[in-house]
Every structure is written in structure tokens, then in C-alpha cells.
């Protein structure tokens, strides 16, 4: 088990537009074990490589359910619905903030396994926005960049108006 260090706003590796993954390796598999136990750690639903500084286009979604760990390598959206979802989110790379983002209530994604075998994957509803979410790091974007608006500390602790929930 090796957690790695999750890098927060300011570090500039949370900013770049990252690389192909092109080696489907002990190396890549390392990169999402680790991950994983990342992630699990911090509990949270979502992580990118960036986040922990490696700035290939990697990430892994994991929302608790009986799916486990989702690994998408490559991921490219190719199918948003019109039909939009308004909800609450936060990033490991934000520890304490969260904010209003407008995301797609479905997509559907493309994307390599950890043997570079391709895949879609369709989601919906926190899957569609933990998609959305993960993959705009792999280009250098954060939530923030997006938002509706920025929620208060007391907002955080559950006073969110009605029609802002999902
Ligand atoms: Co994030």
C-alpha cells in the first residue's frame, strides 16, 4: 500500500494539459494501485494522475458501489445529454471547499483499460459528474473554474438551498 501525496491549488502540475498514456505497464499498474489506495485514504469518489503529480492522462473513479474502482486511461467524452444536473461538488486538491457546478445528467466515455483494451462507459447522474469532473484535470481545469458559485463553510455543513441539490 503506498498512499501518494495529493497536490492542492497552487501547484502548478494541477494546471498542465497532460500526456497520452502510452505504456500499458507494471509501471501503469503501480500508478493505479497506488492511486486507489489514494484515494481510499482521502475518501474520496474520484482521483486524476495530476493530482498526484503525474501528469499522464489517467484516472479513477470509485463512488462505493459494487463497480469498485473504475479505471479510465485515455477517456474522451463522446456523448453528453442535453439535459443537465446541478449539484454540489469538491475536489482532494480543494480540502474544505465546495462549490455549485452545472454538469451533464449523462455521459457516455471511451476509454482504455489497464491492458490499453478499449471501452465506453456510460454514466449518469454523480457518475456522470465524477466523469465530467476527473477528466477536466487531465486538461489542466478544476471545478472552480466552472462553478455556479462558491458554497459558504456553513453551506458546507448542509444548508444548501433546495434547488441547488441534485
Ligand atoms: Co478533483
Redesign the pocket.
Known amino acids: 500500500m503506498a498512499i501518494r501525496k495529493i497536490l492542492e491549488l497552487g501547484d502548478p502540475s494541477l494546471r498542465k494539459v497532460c500526456k497520452k498514456q502510452e505504456q500499458f505497464n507494471l509501471r501503469l499498474h503501480i500508478l493505479l494501485k497506488d492511486m486507489a489506495d489514494t484515494l481510499h485514504k482521502a475518501e474520496g469518489v474520484?482521483?486524476?494522475a495530476p493530482?498526484v503529480g503525474i501528469l499522464r492522462r489517467v484516472v479513477i473513479i470509485d463512488l462505493g458501489d459494487e463497480a469498485g474502482v473504475r479505471e479510465l486511461i485515455n477517456p474522451e467524452i463522446i456523448e453528453r445529454s442535453e439535459e443537465t444536473q446541478c449539484g454540489r461538488e469538491g475536489?482532494?486538491?480543494?480540502p474544505g471547499r465546495q462549490g455549485i457546478v452545472t454538469r451533464p445528467k449523462r455521459v457516455k466515455v471511451r476509454a482504455q483499460d489497464r491492458h490499453g483494451r478499449f471501452f465506453e462507459l456510460e454514466g449518469e447522474d454523480l457518475l456522470a459528474r465524477a466523469i465530467c469532473?476527473?477528466l477536466d484535470?487531465l486538461d489542466g481545469v478544476?471545478?472552480i473554474d466552472e462553478m455556479d458559485r462558491e458554497l459558504s463553510e456553513e453551506e458546507i455543513e448542509g444548508h444548501v438551498p433546495e434547488d441547488d441539490e441534485q
Open positions: 474520484g482521483l486524476a493530482q475536489c482532494l486538491s480543494l469532473h476527473e484535470h478544476l471545478y
